[in-house]
């Protein structure tokens, strides 16, 4: 037979998906295939509206010698019977021309990963198992001569793959239904018949199949394929079906076939890769692991994993959490906190996730992947799925398995529609309720996971605008009112709040003693009003993004938002102050004319100079400044973190209370150049205190003149 090329090693692009889907509906211009799906290929599929596909059959008596198979090991570790399969008479159909041109489609077009073939025919023996144990089920009079298991066989000598399952089996015209037509599903024609009934309704979720291609998948691995099956139907007799994919196969009666179904792939010479042992096992484990059948390979059992989100929450143990994290998340740690979710509306969903106790973008390792995968009735749809959660959640580990999956034809590809936002959302919405539901059992623990994890969350309040009130519910602050290193919610501070209080007050700051020591700090500090220290360089961006909290403004007590209650507290404070007091200040005429004088001092570095109507034991402060982390992201913009970014204008408050001030007054008429400089120098001091001077280094050799001057008075 002449080999059929491969196209870009069957990866799928645009222009491939416009062509299959194209070629497939001019295929169906004169054969419709029975097929329901979504997509662009499955939608071509649809319009045919389940008519069979026309086969042109023409008969040939074929003379063959025997083809002989040894039947493997069972997989539950008895032997089955050791049998010979014996072609009898061979019939020779020819597919028609025009579902040539689809099967090569199929074939050689349709998957973006050869290795999906392996997946695709276990799913396949996974039905004709569940087949099988329906009908014993509802005891219907059926043959089952082994136990139920899927087993796999490797010949690198002989360049054969084996898939052979001892499930429902097939009739003559079954196979020339399921095999002999293209996109003909029989496990979608036996899920309808199963849902017209009550009592057989819940078994059909159990069936994979939904577009009949898979089977042609082996196609993209080997030039021919060889089907020996028989139906558990009593008195049913074996048949051999073959063809090489290029336009035709021959079916015939074989004696000695067991009740089930063989599949032999005699493998392509480009595709011996997958004649190696260990490269098919790691396969099995990735798309099939949790299948509800026994994998053998070779003799072995593979899927020792069982599917823990199919079971009850109660009968799992921390031993079982621990190993199914472990498998899925390729870690070695324990979970910190696990989910089993189960929901039957509004969509079909089965799940398990995982919070891990590392993070490993915090070690220096780069952006992780999303760690929760997606399947459909236990089978891999995508791995790392980056559509199903927020990136902002792409630490959580687990499995995602929904019944309601719009797949594409190939079962590799999500389509974008409202159940797939659906499912994100309700998915979404259920991690969140499940972290606040942790916080609130063990605060202590959860203090731990939001120092690991915290960023994270902070990224979820600026990026996931849905759920972005709830998200800042996991949210944690370190707060003066409370000892060092503990944490508390923007709840809890809330709750903590006076009556009289409007807003949420937070100040950025490198560290808790910063803050302390803060000029912002101190009026908020003498009036016993709680400040939340915010400590990470994100913050800042959290709470522009957040604005607000529970109908509360969160206000930096470092901007001009903050006016309106300083001067509230500033007039409680002079009508309680002594006559004495006011005296050791500067007069309105005095101060009126220092700020006059330092602000021609700064120049155009500042704005504005004047009297201060805030309580601070510093001789002067910055506002309306650009703030550390927006002056880091001008850096970043400007290309080099290190280049010096010219600051923008901001304004200078004095306090007219403090002696440097006062003395600052008398000194620009005694020594003007003194006071320039030690005006200078207030200025680079405020600035400090803000957190917004560059390079501290530029202001040393001034102040080594202002002391210099200082020793000799």
């Known amino acids: 037979p002449v080999e059929i090329r491969t196209m870009s090693q069957f990866a799928i692009r645009s222009a491939n998906a416009r062509f299959l889907s194209k070629n497939i509906a001019r295929c169906l211009s004169t054969t419709a295939l029975p097929v329901s799906g979504t997509g662009a290929v499955a939608a071509s599929v649809n319009a045919a509206n389940r008519v069979k596909a026309g086969l042109a059959t023409a008969t040939a008596t074929a003379a063959t010698g025997p083809v002989y198979s040894v039947r493997a090991k069972a997989v539950s570790g008895q032997l089955r019977s050791y049998s010979t399969e014996k072609p009898v008479t061979a019939e020779k159909h020819e597919f028609k021309a025009e579902t040539k041109k689809l099967l090569h489609i199929v074939a050689h077009s349709l998957y973006s990963q050869r290795e999906v073939f392996v997946r695709e025919l276990i799913s396949n023996s996974s039905d004709a198992l569940e087949k099988l ?22 010949d690198a000598d002989k360049k054969t793959i084996t898939f052979s399952d001892s499930g429902v089996g097939m009739t003559a015209e079954e196979l020339k239904e399921n095999l002999g037509t293209i996109a003909r599903s029989g496990s979608k024609a036996y899920i309808e018949k199963m849902n017209d009934s009550e009592d057989t309704k819940d078994m059909a979720n159990t069936i994979v199949g939904q577009f009949g291609v898979g089977f042609y998948s082996a196609f993209m691995v080997g030039d021919k394929i060889t089907v020996y099956t028989r139906s558990a139907t009593p008195g049913s007799e074996g048949y051999c079906w073959e063809s090489d994919g290029l336009g035709s196969y021959t079916l015939q009666k074989s004696d000695g076939v067991d009740v089930g179904t063989k599949i032999v792939i005699s493998v392509k010479e480009d595709a011996s890769e997958f004649l190696d042992k260990s490269k098919l096992e790691a396969i099995i484990k990735k798309y099939s692991n949790f299948v509800g059948f026994p994998i053998a390979l ?61 993070n490993p973008e915090a070690l220096g ?44 034809l190939s079962r590799e590809l999500l389509q974008n529609g409202p159940i797939i936002m659906r499912l994100r959302s309700i998915i979404t919405s259920r991690i969140i309720k499940w972290l606040q539901e942790e916080s609130r059992k063990d605060p202590a623990k959860y ?13 979820g309040v600026c990026q996931d605008t849905d759920n972005q009130a709830e998200i800042a519910k996991l949210l944690r602050f370190e707060s003066p009112a409370n000892d060092a290193g503990e944490l508390i919610s923007l709840s809890e501070y809330v709750e903590q709040m006076p009556s009289d209080q409007e807003h949420i007050y937070y100040l950025c700051t490198p ?37 607000n909290f529970e109908g509360k403004r969160l206000v930096s007590i470092d901007s001009k938002d903050v006016d309106q209650v300083l001067k509230k507290w500033n007039d409680a404070d002079q009508a309680e102050s002594t006559s004495d007091a006011d005296a050791a200040v500067l007069t309105t005429e005095q101060a009126n004319e220092l700020t006059a004088w330092m602000l021609s001092v700064f120049g155009m570095h500042v ?14 402060i910055v506002t309306d400044f650009d703030s550390p982390a927006v002056r880091r992201m001008m850096k970043m913009m400007a290309g080099d973190s290190k280049q010096s970014v010219p600051m923008s204008p901001c304004n200078v408050e004095i306090n007219i209370r403090d002696p440097v001030i006062k003395g600052l007054y008398s000194l620009k008429t005694e020594n003007e150049e003194l006071a320039r400089k030690i005006t200078q120098q207030l200025f680079d001091n405020a600035l400090i205190a803000a957190g917004i001077m560059d390079d501290p280094r530029t202001m040393i050799k001034r102040l080594n003149e202002i002391l210099a001057q200082t020793v000799k008075k």
């Open 607 to 620: 704005k504005e100079v004047k009297v201060s109507e805030r309580y601070m034991s510093y001789p002067a």
């Open 365 to 408: 390792f780069d952006r992780i992947k999303p760690g929760v995968s997606l399947y459909s009735r236990k089978v891999l749809i995508m791995p790392n799925a980056e559509n199903l959660l927020p990136e902002w959640l792409r630490f959580i580990q687990g499995v995602v398995d929904s019944e309601d999956l719009p797949l594409n």
């Open 511 to 547: 560290s808790r003693q910063f803050g302390l020591e803060s000029p912002y700090y101190e009026p908020f500090k003498k009036h016993g009003t709680n400040v939340l220290f915010l400590h990470h360089t994100l913050d800042e961006f959290v709470m522009g993004r957040l604005s």
């Open 133 to 154: 144990r329906h009908l014993q089920a509802t005891s219907q009079d059926v043959g089952a001569e082994n136990p139920l298991g899927i087993s796999i066989t490797v």
């Open 447 to 459: 203090k731990e996971f939001f120092k690991t994890f915290g960023i994270f969350i902070k990224e």
């Open 298 to 358: 070779n003799g072995e059992k593979v899927n020792t994993v069982d599917a823990l989100w199919t079971k009850d929450k109660n009968s799992i143990s921390d031993e079982d959490h621990t190993n199914f994290y472990r498998f899925v998340s390729h870690a070695w740690d324990e979970p910190a906190y696990h989910l089993v979710y189960k929901a039957d509306g509004p969509l079909s969903i089965r799940s398990i996730l995982y919070v891990p106790t590392k």
